[in-house]
Structures are given as C-alpha cells and as structure tokens.
C-alpha cells in the first residue's frame, strides 16, 4: 500500500492561506510519487476550499481533524460525518493527542468516533500515544495496547486496511522538537503491529503512521524503519515548502 504523507493543519489557516499553500503545494510536488498519497487535514473552515483547490487531483486528499459519533442533532459546535463529507473530506482523525489531552477526551469517546466515522464512510487516521511520564513509568506497552483496544473497539474486524490507519504519535515528541529515536519508532510500531494483528483480521495490512517533530531532514530514516507506512506532520507541514520536501523525502 502507498505510504500516507499527512498534514495535520490544526487551527491554523484562513481560507485564502489554505489555498495558497495547497496551490504552492501542488506546484511542487506534482502528481505525487507512485508509492505515496498526500493527505490534508484542514481545519473545518477550510476544508471545502482545499478540496476545490485539489479539483480531484491525483494522490492528494483532505479530511477533518474530529466529529460527533451522530448523524446530526442537538450538539453545539460539533461537526457530523455528513457535513465532513458534504465540504469533500474523505479522511477524518480520531484520538489526536491534543483532543484527549486539551479537551479531554476519553478512549471511549475516541472509539465511538472512530467506528461511527467508518460507518458513515469516512477513512479514518486514529491517532494513539504515550505521555513522557508514561514512558518513563514504563507502561508504553499498555498504553498502546488500552488506546488500541478502545479506540477500535466498535470497528469491524475485517475493516478494509484502506480505510483505516494508525498513527502512533509520542505526546512527548508532538511540537517539542523531540523526534523520538529510530530504536524508539520501532519497538512502539512493532507493539501497535502485533495488537492490530490480535484485534483485527485485516491488523497485519493497515497502515501505522508515525508522527511528533517530523521535519524534511528526518523523514526519509523514519519512512525507511520497518512497520512506518507514512508520517502525521502537525509544524512542518503548514509551509508547502518545508511538506513538498517530507512528501518526496
Ligand atoms: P508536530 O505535530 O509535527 O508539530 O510535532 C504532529 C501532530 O500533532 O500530529
């Protein structure tokens, strides 16, 4: 499968901005490398204008950063699939670690947004991680295995590895300048590997997306390790600069 190269916009961006750097963005990759997909996640404001200014170019996408698990109704300020879907997202993310840990969002909750999404047939990247003190505690193993557990827990188990992928992103390493260490990438990718396998039919195929402090100059090694089939870049990728150069690292 193509490996995922995805912009995480955050709350950043008007619309005229967004579509300048899709615009520059376009200009400098081209049509993307056989083997990648490029992927935006826009804020919500936004995502209409990126998926014009793709006009449904090859190899690119646009998504949303979060839902509501709910067709529509009484939830101030959320935002449902349909609407996503309306504004030509085909992606959404579940679980960034600035939803759980900003806005205090639980497994549970995660979960449900992620099996609802898939339902009303967005992909979706489900985002999972540990805290410094985690780590240092030694639970990374269970954390994983918790997020994962819960954060997949009302999807099918023969979800198609297309529409579904995970990014493990170390909160520690997220905007921190800290990338985590090739060693650390991949005993982390290797535990999500073999809980994906446990939990799923089709785990052993969909693809781990790594992300924290992802730059131009370290995405070709972190690409290259065993189990990374992408990258989830928050910083990096809202100069098309700076992204045009991690897509074709
Ligand atoms: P960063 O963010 O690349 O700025 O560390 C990654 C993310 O939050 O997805």
Known sequence: MKKLMAANWKMYKTREE?????ASLKLAVGLPPADREVLVFAPFTAIECVSACLGGADGYAVGGQDLYPAVEGAFTGE????????????????????????????????????????????????CIGETLAEREAGQLQAVLARQLKEGLAGVPGDVSAADLAIAYEPVWAIGTGKVAGPAEILEAHATVRAQLAQLLT????????????????????????DNVDGVLVGGASLQAESFSRIVLA
Do not use: C
């Open 79 to 126: 935002i449902s699939p349909g609407q996503l879907k309306d504004a030509g997202a085909t992606w959404v993310l579940t679980g960034h670690s600035e939803r759980r840990h900003i806005l205090g969002e639980s497994d549970e909750l995660v979960g449900r947004k992620t099996a609802f999404a898939l339902s009303q047939g967005l992909k979706v990247v489900l």
């Open 18 to 22: 967004a579509a300048m750097t899709i």
């Open 202 to 225: 089709t785990g052993s195929n969909l693809r781990i997306l790594y992300g924290g402090s992802v730059k131009p100059d370290n995405t070709a090694e972190i690409i290259s390790l």
